[in-house]
């Protein structure tokens, strides 16, 4: 098992590695990133076939967005993906909200797993945010399906939210038209709407609780992963605050309860404990 001083001086020897080229992005919006080929092999499997194989140290994915790319490059660094939080504005909210979208389909082609945990989570919170009233507009929700595949769980979001929104307002208030003539996307909604009959009023949306659905939601870990650092608009490093085991969320009213009896006191024997917030203790 490495230590951490050990890890410290193989990520200096990773950094010093030659650097690769990554294009991302096709034509005038296209951008090249100079990425240190260990450090980016040892993250990715992907790269490193692409990487060994020939003597190439350039790699073209016009597919790719640029700004999820960059994101991406931070996030093999650093291990987290850095954002806003607090109350955020419906332009900021469908701004991460695609970029998430793209990162997780950069993430995907590249066996980037825990990337895409990453990306997955802050979809799930910027769609979960309740610190306002503005639905994310149908017009994002239409892009950032637009970038998934059929079998990627993101598309499962979407068709969530899309149910809550089908219950919370009326017809006349939701612009259906906008998703109309999306290929794969009435499909989508159909399975939400099943699952939104079989599955437990407290778990869907499958976005509320991101931990307790990692299976369905293809996070590869047993914890999924959040951004464990996040830069606050107004300055500094926000604390990391203790996450909660059912839906991976951070807030001050996690608290440790017993894995038993889910009682914050009790007399079992042999205790041990879990961390929920208030949202998912049970009603006891
Ligand atoms: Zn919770
Ligand atoms: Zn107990």
Redesign the pocket.
């Known amino acids: 098992m490495a230590n951490g001083t050990s890890l410290m001086s193989s990520f200096a020897e990773e950094i010093n590695s030659e650097c690769v080229i990554i294009t991302a992005g096709d034509g005038d919006s296209a951008r090249r990133f100079s990425v240190p080929q260990s450090l980016l092999c040892r993250k990715s499997k992907w790269f490193e076939n692409a990487f060994k194989a020939g003597k190439t140290k350039e790699i073209a994915l016009p597919q790719d967005d640029p700004a999820a790319v960059e994101s991406s490059i931070f996030f093999v660094y650093n291990d987290s993906l850095i954002f806003k939080t607090g109350r955020l504005s419906i332009e900021q909210r469908s701004f991460d909200l695609k970029l998430c979208y793209n990162i997780w389909s950069f993430a995907n082609r590249c066996l980037l797993s825990e990337l895409q945990n990453a990306a997955t989570h802050r979809a799930c919170y910027v769609l979960n945010d309740s610190n306002h009233d503005n639905d994310i507009p149908t017009i994002t929700l239409r892009e950032c399906f637009e970038v998934t595949t059929a079998e990627s769980p993101l598309r499962a979001l979407i068709g969530d939210y899309c149910v809550k929104l089908f219950e919370k307002h009326d017809e006349n208030d939701f612009h259906i038209e906008e998703l109309e003539g999306c290929p794969g996307l009435v499909a989508t909604l159909h399975q939400s709407e099943v699952v939104r009959r079989k599955l437990d009023a407290r778990d869907f949306p499958r976005y509320v609780k991101p931990a307790k659905l990692a299976e369905t939601l293809l996070m590869k870990e047993e914890e999924p992963r959040r951004d464990a650092v996040e830069w606050r608009a107004w300055g500094g490093w926000d604390e990391i605050k203790p996450t909660c085991k059912d839906c991976a969320y951070s807030s001050s009213t996690v608290r440790p309860v017993?894995s038993?009896?889910q009682?914050e006191r009790?007399k079992?024997y042999n205790?041990t404990w879990v961390l929920l917030c208030s949202g998912c203790w049970p009603k006891l």
Do not use: A, P, S, Y
Request: some cysteine.
């Open positions: 017993c038993r009896c009682r009790c079992c205790q």
